[in-house]
T-cell receptor, first 117, second 112 residues
Framework: SAVISQKPSRDICQRGTSLTIQCQVD?????MFWYRQQPGQSLTLIAT?????????ESGFVIDKFPISRPNLTFSTLTVSNMSPEDSSIYLC??????????????FGPGTRLLVL | QQPVQSPQAVILREGEDAVINCSSS?????VHWYRQKHGEAPVFLMI?????EQKGHEKISASFNEKKQQSSLYLTASQLSYSGTYFC?????????????FGKGTTLSVSS
């Protein structure tokens, strides 16, 4: 499976500011995904990011709040804009991949733990 | 659209068995199972395809009943290392392609 890294691993931010999270993969992938996981909760899909096109956002998430860049096949960024305490969460990058035999699934990065004060 | 998992939590002693269920209100073509330990990223366990069954991890296996639109994860002779939260994921299709959405999770606690 792909090796995925995220920066920063954690951060504490003041409300009203913005934070950009980076996701780097060690191999080229077509599809990358961003998820949010609030404490003790499930994984919620924010958006799908393909290189060369605008990200596709899920219901409840908008580009103004969570702008995403995908400049190449190994890198993506997610910005959390104008943060409020409700944005405190773990943000996870995920990429498509396969365990072999023609199967496709997703693998997750280590996550970025964000606390907004 | 979010798959529904049951039970919410399971408490076991080492060596006991458990079953975690995942169901969907829409037709399923695949079900993806993950385990997440506290403070770590979710780890892929296995994928179940329509018409197939895959045994992929330790003493963990799963089944997929497409007629009932559900999958079950079987943990046999549980070990301490099985503790964590198990998520099932099902596919959605959006403008960008196919992505996974996840159930709320089942927390498994195994004690000695």
């Amino acid at each position: 499976s792909a090796v995925i890294s995220q920066k920063p691993s954690r951060d504490i931010c003041q409300r009203g500011t913005s934070l950009t999270i980076q996701c780097q993969v060690d191999s080229q992938v077509t599809m990358m995904f961003w998820y949010r996981q609030q404490p003790g909760q499930s994984l919620t899909l924010i958006a799908t990011a393909n290189q060369g096109s605008e990200a596709t956002y899920e219901s409840g998430f908008v580009i103004d709040k969570f702008p995403i860049s995908r400049p190449n096949l190994t890198f993506s960024t997610l910005t959390v804009s104008n943060m409020s305490p409700e944005d405190s969460s773990i943000y996870l990058c995920s990429v498509e991949g396969g365990p072999g035999q023609g199967l496709e699934t997703q693998y997750f990065g280590p996550g970025t733990r964000l606390l907004v004060l | 659209q979010q798959p529904v998992q049951s039970p919410q939590a399971v408490i076991l002693r080492e060596g006991e068995d458990a079953v975690i269920n995942c169901s969907s209100s829409k037709a399923l073509y695949s079900v993806h199972w993950y385990r997440q330990k506290h403070g770590e990223a979710p780890v892929f366990l296995m994928i179940l395809l329509k018409g197939g069954e895959q045994k992929g991890h330790e003493k963990i296996s799963a089944s997929f009943n497409e007629k009932k639109q559900q999958s079950s994860l079987y943990l046999t002779a549980s070990q301490l290392s099985y503790s964590g939260t198990y998520f099932c994921g099902t596919e959605i299709t959006n403008q960008a392609g196919t992505a996974l959405i996840f159930g709320k999770g089942t927390t498994l606690s195994v004690s000695s």
